[in-house]
């Protein structure tokens, strides 16, 4: 097997594996979306720890420490991502499993917004129309749920802001998210302390099984960004950007066919204008790689 081809397979597998977690968090009730939330900070704690140890990434770890801009923009993403992960599960548990597919599906979208509002990236025509074709589909679902899908655009945002923090900071992902679970890790271990001495947690009351699978909200965490990666070293940009649409279609299906959520006939036209933009937004993204890469060829055959 070559290594783009292994590349394009530990992708599948990262972006499947994110697509299945909403099988997974009700698994981890009757935990509330802050204590399940609050769980996986510390098991992802330390589980980065032994990460970082058994990669031997401390001494990236400490030039990551050393830097101020660097710490700086990765206490931003520890926020962010904290603010995401809550979301998320919330959304699950709630049943509102479509509606957190809506927000890795418009994700890429918000992510170029962001580009424009913070980075002062310039967009070509049709980058504008998909964004457009967005807003729009944004509007008709608020107008079907009667309310803005709060959840999907917390999610698209969160992620977005988390995104742009990781790239600006440019460092691993190990060492970089073993930094992000120890900033928000103390405050996690002492929310759940506090919720056992009040009798309110859930660990160990539901019986071990129970126990143990809170327990790997650490590993469930790591291995799919492990693979992601090993992923994106081994394959082109844009097929990682075509693989990021395989988890929230995933979460749609199950949104759907597992959990039976009502899909109205408005929310319907909603999707498909979300669909819609990200066809338009992918394909002038291929286009104009090609055009990029032709330019290339023809500069390096000229020179």
């Not at 770890?61 to 801009?69: H, K, N, P, Q, S």
């Not at 074709?133 to 899908?149: C, F, I, M």
């Not at 009798?199 to 909200?217: C, I, N, Q, Y």
């Not at 988890?247 to 669909?275: H, N, Y």
């Amino acid at each position: 097997m070559t290594e783009a081809r292994r590349g394009l397979l530990l992708g599948v597998v990262a972006y499947a594996l994110w697509g299945l977690f909403p099988l997974y968090w009700p698994l981890l009730e009757p935990g509330g979306a802050v204590e399940i939330l609050a769980h996986r900070v510390v098991w992802s704690g330390l589980t980065m720890t032994l990460l970082v140890v058994g990669l031997r990434r401390r001494a990236e770890l400490r030039a990551l420490l050393a830097d101020r801009r660097v710490t700086l923009l990765l206490l931003v993403a520890a926020v962010t991502i904290t603010s995401n992960w809550t979301t998320y599960i919330y959304g699950v548990n709630s049943g509102r499993v479509v509606e957190t597919s809506l927000g890795y599906f418009i994700n890429p979208l918000v992510t170029v917004l962001m580009g424009v509002l913070v980075l002062r990236e310039r967009l070509r025509p049709v980058q504008w129309a998909a964004l457009g074709l967005g807003v729009v589909a944004v509007g008709v679902l608020a107008w079907d749920y009667g309310r803005p899908p709060w959840i999907a655009l917390v999610l698209a945002f969160s992620f977005g802001t988390y995104g742009l923090a990781k790239k600006s900071a440019d460092v691993g992902a190990v060492e970089s998210l073993a930094f992000e679970t120890a900033v928000i890790a103390p405050f996690a271990l002492g929310y759940l302390v506090l919720l056992g001495a009040g009798g309110d947690g859930h660990f160990g009351t539901e019986g071990v099984g129970h126990a143990l699978l809170l327990t790997t909200t650490g590993i469930v965490t790591a291995v799919p960004l492990i693979l992601f990666g090993a992923a994106a070293t081994r394959v082109p940009m844009v097929s990682l950007g075509l693989l990021q649409y395989l988890a929230p279609t995933i979460q749609f299906v199950l949104g759907l066919v597992v959990f039976s959520e009502t899909m109205t006939s408005g929310r319907w036209v909603g999707f498909v204008l979300v669909w819609a933009a990200l066809v338009v937004f992918t394909y002038e993204a291929l286009r104009h790689r090609h055009r990029q890469l032709v330019l290339a060829a023809a500069s390096s055959v000229a020179a």
